[in-house]
């Protein structure tokens, strides 16, 4: 038998290294923290009929979610810092299949600040998430909670405004769905971000203002 050429040797032994970071880089955003969910969903199943919490950073730090509703099942999951278009590509692994009895979406901030568009393509990227959910979920409640004002994202409020009055529109005439406002609360007299809600990054909330939402949010719920 010929023995292989030392470069085609070194040529394979590369493959074997690369080919699998490759796959590994390949992944979409936030793969791993799904496959979380569906390993922590197989070791403990969720609870059935819930009332369903998504969408990005702000719904995955609200740690106090179960107690802020002791009289709702509630679920959360929230990830990473996600947009719209993330909370799109996932509907089937982490939306859908817990079939819950409502869901509350909190999504679009990062779509603005990191993405640069404009209000518009905003409520194009929310439609595409609405209209996946009820394509399988024609019945379930579903509500948006607003994008939020941020201090440290102070310069994509008039775009956020914007697009939370296009997203406010749209579900206006559609059938068990309610957008939730959030935004005006957190604002101060002066109509600016309250500065006292906020973590030192001045980004996420501190427990002050998920009190806040809780208080807002609360009425929106569907009852056990």
Known sequence: MKKLPYFLIFLLICSCLILPAC?????PPFWQEI???KEQDKQNPPP???ILFVGSSSIRMWKSLESDFPERTVLNRGFGG???RDLDYYLNDIV????????IIYSGENDVAGGNISAEELLQRFQKV?????AEMPRVPIAFVSMKPSPSREQYMP?????????KDYLKDKPNAQYIDIYNP????????????FLEDKLHMNAKGYRIWTEVIEPYLVSE
């Open 23 to 27: 796959a590994q880089l390949s992944k």
């Open 35 to 37: 496959q979380n969910f």
């Open 48 to 50: 059935q009929d819930a």
């Open 82 to 84: 996600s947009t719209l």
């Open 96 to 103: 859908l299949p817990y079939k819950p009895k409502q869901i």
């Open 130 to 134: 609405f209209e996946g959910i009820r």
């Open 159 to 167: 775009v956020l405004e914007e697009a939370n009055a296009l997203v």
């Open 186 to 197: 957190m604002l101060d007299e002066s109509g600016n971000p309250k500065a006292d809600i």
